[in-house]
């Protein structure tokens, strides 16, 4: 039962090579998914870009941080008021966004003005902040402008602030990916080592690859105060730009995303020899196992497991009540790439949810790799899922509650089926001990919903007909 | 006392008021059945303008992406469209319009959309023989404009692919309304229905509400089909009810087909609604019914207990659709508001010869300032800096952080709306949108004065 060529893509049959149905007994290795690859034209698709990648999942988590864009509105518009990464001064980050509104002209005679103008303007409307990234969008990376050699300019003039730039069209790539790895790389090449941190612990890391959705952070950061570990900088949850010029001087690179981020934690063991060490920092008991692993590096083991034993005793009664509850419900995961591998193993092993399909946008093999060895047998592991494909994977594995988004959400919710927000969450944090009980709390409260069940009654009882539309 | 026009001075811009071109094609595709808008460009013009109907509608609508990747940035995509429209032909077998919407990437790099639209025609000869998809070019570069003549240019681009000959007329009257909500739409179409006219409303988005069923079916879609396109040349008239948003078809179809046109002022207030339903008149020839009478009566007898006892004297600084901003700000005049600030947010220059801008500037007797190419920031610093004190601010949601952090009532209208539940529901045009907005804007003060214990003992006896 190995690749699936769903009746949908017919007339597409190159997608069978993205969809893999685990059956018994195969040489897993045999099956991986084809990812990363090019989108076909006109599947709805639901990939981003590029830009995306950088400026909305990465850079525009900082708090303190001017996030301009240089190419049209529009690209700015749509990357503001979407997420929910809040901070602790007041959510700069989600109220603004800015543009350098490029116009026809600076399309044929070039922006790099427009872009220094706008530069100048953002600095003095907000005198307090010095920092600033600059991103390319698509027309303004094919015109060419040199966005790097304005920003030395603006810096040569400015010596109070700092900006760094990241090349990232939207056509770059084939998904948001593409933003991510730019960004790291780049940031790792100019900007890391630039800063001296103080020390202030014996134990110091760098947390990589996660962003603060719903404060998860935050709720992070209260056990490595409690187990005294200095964070370096987080890559870049309620972050600040100057702590990410610091996280040369970390002891160790403790990576959740390693999809997003992934990149900058090799770079700095390659070039700063900090090692790399990978956890989960979703899923209850994945939790323990990362302290430990961080507790042990750090050569702390009482310190974690006396905390770990004050979370199992204030949340592990109510993830029981939950998996008493939840046990044997089917579940969809149709994300960015991975949170398939966070989630599969671990809402089955401490909620008893079979996660019984699975959509990445942007995953790579590794992706896959990953989610293959975590997840069930009779389990679809999709590539770049399209929503034809989603209506016909909902038929075939009829799940009881799919964790995407709410566009999708809203679309599966005319054939009953309830969403917990997979990206952004219903009510986070999601991450930690609490938190699994808080993504707990959400899809037992999507699935015994009332309103379910009266949604399936045809109050017209046994005369009812199909629904007719009103011009009809 | 005078009223000053302005545009900002900065080249950049701090929070955008709206979006891109390409966003408001996609709106206006959207309202068409079996219509799957196809966005030529990158991934994100057409997965972030999903996501933003997503916030305001609440609903899934469908759009598809080229998606250009760097090899056809370089050397060229006009591979991409043609393989993107075969593989939405080849999977979607109801669908009859692909409005194949054009963006900065794809402008910048010239893609021919008319050759290849030619191409595909072809194809579709061959291999789509028993069927005919209108494949509609949409010249929407972000680097101009902004959505809203994004919109006017699909609408444009949409009748002038579709209604390609004059037939017998159909005694139908086309209605343009603008962009504006399932509830709006609604009301128009129980006006029409009073009036015994016959009417095609451009695009009939009132299923974008749509219910959740017992057998699972999903109706959310536009109302507005091929064959309503087709019918247009043959109407009575057009109304179109906004200037920037689907005036420019109407003319198109006088102009072609000599369907007389009627720009009405847009029906914000009691005053334009009068205006609509007499224009409405003179073109079909049919009466204004009692029920009309009535329900703008019941609208009077409502504003009328809050005008001068909470709202006169109140400075409210109205920001969205040029269309609608006018409007409320002459609907805030009838009801004793007064709107000190209009922020009006693209490059458009013909603002500055509205007729209904020249009649407030020369009527208004308080001070005023309109805002030309506004952003949300010429807002924000206003407000920050004190050149400008208000009670009120209407708005939509991308500006809530404003009035929340200023603690200024703020009423959401326009789009898009997402920080209050059920709002593309209500009407804000007619006689019943007038007062269901000034019934929100009365419990947006109620609810600031309560919570600012400001004089909230008031609220018993008015």
């Not at chain 1, 409690?226 to 972050?239: C, D």
């Not at chain 1, 896959?368 to 060895?373: G, L, Q, W």
Request: proline share 5%; aromatic share 10%; with cysteine.
């Amino acid at each position: 039962m190995p690749m699936v060529l769903l009746k949908c893509d017919k007339d597409i049959p190159e997608r069978e090579k993205h969809i893999y149905l685990k059956a018994p007994d195969e040489d897993t290795r045999d099956y991986l998914p084809l990812s990363n690859a090019a989108t076909i034209p006109g599947t709805l698709s639901e990939r981003g870009c590029a830009f995306c990648g950088a400026k909305l999942v990465i850079g525009g988590v900082l708090k303190d941080t001017i996030q301009m864009i240089h190419g049209p509105l529009g690209c700015a518009y749509d990357t503001w008021h979407t997420k929910r990464y809040p901070t602790d001064n007041g959510h700069f980050n989600m109220k603004y966004v800015w543009s350098t509104d490029m116009k026809e002209s600076h399309i044929v005679f070039g922006g790099e003005k427009r872009l220094e103008k706008s530069m100048h303007e953002a600095f003095d409307a907000m005198p307090d902040v010095k920092r600033m990234i600059v991103y390319t969008t698509c027309p303004t990376a094919l015109i060419g402008d040199d966005i790097k050699a304005v920003a030395k300019k603006v810096m040569d003039a400015r010596p109070d602030v700092d900006v760094f730039t990241v090349e990232c069209p939207g056509f770059s790539g084939v998904s948001q990916s593409k933003g991510h790895h730019v960004l790291n790389i780049g940031w790792i090449n100019e900007k890391v080592g630039t800063l001296e941190p103080e020390i202030t612990s014996p134990y110091t890391m760098n947390f990589i690859g996660d962003f603060n959705i719903q404060g998860d952070t935050q709720l992070l950061q209260t056990y490595w105060d409690r187990l005294g570990i200095q964070v370096i900088a987080h890559f870049t949850g309620n972050g600040t730009y100057d702590d990410l010029r610091k996280m040369h001087r970390a002891q160790l690179n403790v990576v959740n995303c390693a999809r997003s981020s992934g990149y900058i934690a090799n770079e700095l063991k390659k070039q700063y020899g900090i090692p790399r060490l990978d956890i989960d920092s979703w899923g209850f008991n994945y939790m323990a196992e990362g302290i430990r692993k961080i507790c042990a590096f750090f050569g702390i083991e009482e310190k974690g497991e006396a905390l770990i034993a004050e979370e199992y005793a204030l949340w592990k009664p109510k993830l029981d009540w939950y998996k008493e509850r939840l046990k044997g419900t089917r579940m969809a995961i149709w994300t960015g790439g991975p949170r398939l591998w966070h989630w599969t193993k671990s809402v089955e092993d401490d909620l008893g949810v079979e996660v019984v399909a699975m959509s990445s946008k942007f995953g790579h093999e590794e992706d896959f790799e990953k989610v293959i060895a975590r997840g069930r047998e009779g389990t679809y592991y999709i590539d770049d899922g399209n929503e034809l494909e989603f209506f016909e994977i909902i038929d075939l594995v009829k799940p009881d509650v799919i964790f995407t988004g709410p566009r999708v959400g809203e679309l599966v919710k005319k054939q009953h089926i309830p969403y917990v927000n997979g990206h952004a969450y219903h009510n986070g944090p999601y991450m930690g001990f609490e938190g699994f009980v808080n993504l707990a709390r959400d899809m037992y409260n999507a699935v015994n919903n009332p309103l379910l069940k009266l949604a399936a009654k045809d109050i017209r009882g046994a005369n009812r007909i199909a629904y007719k539309e009103a011009a009809e | 006392m005078s009223c000053e026009i302005t545009s900002k001075d900065r080249a950049g811009i701090i929070n955008p008021m709206f979006d891109c071109q390409p966003a408001g094609a996609q709106y206006a595709g959207i309202g068409v059945k079996d219509s799957i808008p196809l966005v030529h460009g990158g991934q994100g013009c057409s997965m972030f303008v999903r996501l933003l109907f997503a916030q305001h509608f609440k609903e899934n609508f469908d759009i598809a992406s080229t998606s250009l990747h760097e090899e056809s940035a370089v050397f060229g995509g006009n591979k991409r469209m043609e393989e993107g429209v075969q593989v939405l032909v080849n999977r979607y077998p109801e669908l009859r319009v692909i409005p194949i919407i054009t963006t900065c990437s794809t402008e910048v790099i010239g893609d021919d959309v008319e050759g290849t639209i030619n191409v595909l025609n072809r194809w579709l000869k061959e291999n789509h023989p028993d069927r005919k998809v209108h494949l509609v070019p949409v010249h929407t570069p972000s680097f101009k404009g902004s959505h809203v003549s994004g919109y006017d240019e699909c609408v444009k681009a949409m009748v002038k692919t579709m209604s390609k000959t004059k037939a017998k007329p159909n005694g139908k009257l086309n209605v343009f309304p603008g962009w504006v909500n399932p509830g709006d739409v609604a009301l128009l179409k129980s006006y029409l229905k009073d009036m015994g006219v016959d009417a095609t409303v451009f695009m009939d988005t009132e299923d974008f509400d749509s219910p959740m069923l017992p057998d699972k079916t999903n109706h959310t879609h536009g109302r507005t089909t091929v064959e309503d396109f087709q019918g247009a040349p043959n109407a009575v008239g057009s109304i179109a009810l906004a200037r920037y948003e689907g005036a420019s078809a109407a003319e198109y179809l006088r102009d072609e087909f000599e369907v007389p046109a009627i720009v009405s002022p847009t029906p914000y207030g009691i005053k334009n609604t009068d205006d609509m339903l007499e224009a409405i008149s003179r073109l079909t020839g049919k009466e204004i019914p009692d029920s009309l009478v009535r329900e703008r009566g019941i609208a009077l007898d409502a504003l009328q207990d809050l005008a001068h006892m909470f709202f006169a004297d109140k400075k409210v600084a109205l920001f969205g659709h040029p269309d609608l901003v006018i409007g409320l700000a002459q609907f805030c005049r009838e009801v004793q508001l007064k709107p000190v600030l209009l922020l009006l947010g693209d490059d458009n220059n013909k603002y500055k010869k509205d007729p209904r801008i020249l009649e407030l500037k020369n009527s208004v007797e308080h001070d005023m300032e309109i805002v030309c190419n506004a952003d949300l920031w010429d807002l924000e610093r206003r407000i920050r800096d004190k050149e400008v004190e208000l009670d009120l601010i209407m708005g939509h949601s991308k500006g809530r952080y404003i009035a929340i952090d200023n603690n200024i009532p703020m009423v959401r209208v326009g789009f898009p709306t997402f920080d209050r539940a059920g709002l593309y529901r209500k009407p804000t045009i007619g006689y019943k949108g007038a007062m269901e907005l000034g019934e929100a804007i009365a419990n947006a003060l109620f609810a600031h004065m309560e919570y600012n214990k400001n004089k909230e003992w008031i609220l018993n006896t008015w």
